[in-house]
């Protein structure tokens, strides 16, 4: 009961602050009395900090006015991509104090070099933000593979990475402290759905770096599926005699509109380094499509449209299965909407016919590529805000 009361009072801070207690008494329901003693748990645990001046422009004597705290407890977020590393600190008020991006070639790598580079960036980025006052309370680790429900901990497969049953607690020098890795498609929708005002209860999210992640928000929660599996969009046949696909089948929709299919057909491969492996520093590839679309291209112009078409064909079916609130595109390919969303949206136009579609329902994502490391930090501010108790007593 203790454990819920924390979590409205502080819940009611971080939705309407700064108030004083008496506002939160007057907002939960609960007695003044019950309201100080739970604020002053929650200072006491550095959830919340209490400022000697008046909310407000009242008459009277001035009260105090609570916040939530922008030091002490923050949650860090970590990246592995195929092509860099990230991290992002988020403090309790669910603002980025602490940016970190490097590129870096990961494919193919040992995973214990790449874990120990991204245990080493954590430790910077945890230093800079000790400077500011801020102490991780929990880290995420966003990676491009699957992250089963059970067992918890363990990344099953990252193709692009070249990972097969990846624990990465094993390789991180304090276990104790490692990260909790999540699939990297789910952050980004998570990101979005605390992030954007109007991105609604039930919505589909598709990212891309070098595969195609796709995530499911349904009524406000994250459906991972009974597995974990659930948001595989890439391997949706979108032409049943296609293409053979590097996962047996043929005609997927990641033979059309992923990163290298994409690069392939703009006449780009070369250019983008796809050939290059090792530490050679690659390409920034959605940078350079960018540019040649800009530009006029005319072969990045058709392997955008075409990569557009097939993601509208794959996602008509998804519009159809769950009837969402909109769909999101997000990751790298939000950097590219200029020129896939007006086939996408063509696509979906002309095939969802059964039920009302708004074209506008398919929107750009703001946040772009630094969705997944952001929901990864926030995550973990998400769950200290939804159980206070969390956090050590003061
Ligand atoms: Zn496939």
């Known amino acids: 009961m203790r454990r819920q009361n924390l979590a409205v009072v502080l819940g009611s801070v971080a939705a309407h602050s700064p108030l004083s207690r008496a506002d939160v008494a007057g907002r939960t329901g609960l007695t003044r009395a019950a309201v100080s003693s739970l604020v002053d748990e929650l200072i006491g645990r550095g959830a919340l900090s209490e400022a000697e001046t008046a909310p407000s422009g009242r008459v009277g004597r001035p009260g105090r006015a609570l916040t939530v705290s922008d030091r002490g407890p923050a949650g860090l977020g970590l990246e592995i991509g195929v092509t ?150 890439g391997h949706i046949p979108v032409h049943p005699d296609g293409v053979p696909c590097a996962c047996g089948a043929r005609g997927c929709l990641e033979q059309y509109a992923g990163e290298v299919a994409v690069l392939r057909e703009a006449g780009l491969a070369h250019e983008a380094g796809l050939a290059q492996d090792g530490d050679a520093q690659p390409a920034d590839p959605v940078a350079l499509l960018a540019e040649r679309a800009v530009a006029g291209d005319a072969p990045a112009l058709h392997a955008l449209e075409r990569a557009g078409r097939a993601l509208g064909l794959a996602l008509v079916s998804a519009v159809n299965l769950i009837d969402p609130d909109g769909l999101v595109l997000g990751g790298a390919y939000a950097e590219l909407a200029d020129w896939l969303l007006p086939a996408m949206r063509a696509e979906l136009a002309t095939r969802v016919t059964v039920r009302p579609w708004e074209p506008q329902a398919l929107r750009s994502s703001e946040l772009g590529r630094r969705g997944p490391v952001l929901g990864a930090a926030q995550l973990t501010v998400r769950r200290i805000i939804a159980d206070p108790t969390l956090l050590p007593a003061g």
């Open 84 to 233: 860099h590393l990230g991290a992002c600190v988020v403090d309790l008020r669910g603002e980025p104090r602490v940016w970190r991006r490097v590129e870096r070639a990961n494919a193919g790598r040992p995973v214990e070099r790449v874990l120990a580079e991204t245990a080493a960036l954590a430790a910077e980025v945890e230093a800079e933000a000790a400077a500011l006052g801020l102490q991780v309370a929990g880290r995420v680790l966003a990676v491009p593979g699957v992250v089963p429900n059970e067992p918890r901990g363990l990344v099953a497969h990252a193709p692009n990475l070249g990972w097969h049953a990846v624990c990465p607690a094993d390789h991180w020098p304090d276990p104790a402290g490692a990260p909790e890795p999540e699939n990297e498609a789910n952050l980004g929708a998570l990101a979005e759905y605390w992030h954007a005002e109007h991105a609604g209860e039930t919505f589909v999210h598709v990212s891309a770096e070098a595969g195609i992640g796709a995530a499911l928000v349904v009524g406000g929660h994250l459906f991972r599926g009974a597995r974990g599996f659930a948001g595989e969009l």
